[in-house]
């Protein structure tokens, strides 16, 4: 099995892209928590579990006196650090599974953004029991398989380049293998494997959204973005599975690092392929603007 650590060891892995390149979470995300989590005042502590950069410690700083933002990736703390300046966001490298450092009941709110299909709730659920204060809140949410709206030709050509295992194009395999189990498939099923032990959490909440589909509650759809073409290519690139297919691949060079192309190259020669408005670009495709509406799970509960 793969762990959370592992995803982020790669050598082809970029920590400055993942943060530049990857969407930004919406401000209504941000109340959909601090509404159920309803702080009296910000004198408490925030508790950020796989922290990656430090986009969610920055930014629920101003609600909470004080923020400790952990993550067993050292290049990721490594970017997180250089990237804040509040000497009340302390960050350190390490996993949920170790909250030894932190005394009982010491925080208000613990959260994992994009994290938590990755946890071994063995030992998390038990951790966070005992450092969680009564009254205190989880809350973890993350988001999967992006659909470009009205584009629907190129998002399957791009399903089947991510997820597929077999031949994608002459000689050319899909990327499917190099996925890290069984996070990924927990984070496609919008965590909902995961269940807070009744004995310790109570008013459990769900809130959740399948990319392409209109019907749910407005606070579960929280990330849909107009993109550039390009920009949509740069996010790809951030994929641990392409990661692991370079790492698979040495000799494939993409056309941006001057070679023949790779398999992100192919892949997105047949969705330009598919959509007229794209292909008539010509080399400006990059150019055009697509939507792109996300998976998204919300995961909140209360601490007896």
Known sequence: ???????????????????????????????TVLTYHQPPTSCGALLDLGCGHGPIARYLKPHFKSVIAIDPSAGMIAQAQQTTTDPEITFRQGGAEDLDFLPDRSVDVA??????????????WPNLARVVRPGGTVAFWGYKDNVLLGAEQ???????????????????????????????????????????????????????????????????????KKMKLGEVESYLTTFSCYSGWKDAHPQ??????????????????????????????????????????WGTYILMARRR
């Open 252 to 293: 494939a060079r993409s056309r941006a690092d001057g070679g023949e192309g790779d398999i992100l190259d192919v892949m997105w020669d047949r969705m330009v392929g598919a959509v007229p408005e794209w292909k008539a670009l010509g080399e400006q495709w990059r150019e055009a603007e697509v939507v792109n509406d």
């Open 1 to 31: 099995m793969a762990t959370f650590a592992q995803k982020y060891s790669r050598p082809t892995f970029s920590a400055k892209a993942y943060a530049a390149f990857r969407p930004a979470y919406s401000p209504s995300l941000f109340r």
């Open 111 to 124: 959260v994992a953004g994009q994290a938590a299909h990755w946890f071994d709730y063995g030992k998390v």
């Open 154 to 224: 190129a998002t399957k050509i791009m399903e089947q380049f991510v997820y597929g295992f077999g031949e994608v194009a002459p000689g050319l395999k899909g990327m499917g293998p190099y996925w890290e189990q069984p996070g990924r498939n927990i984070l496609r099923g919008l965590l909902r494997s995961v269940q807070p032990p009744e004995g310790d959490w109570v008013d459990i909440t769900r809130l959740e959204h399948e990319p392409g589909e209109e019907d749910g509650p407005e606070e579960a759809c929280w990330l849909k």
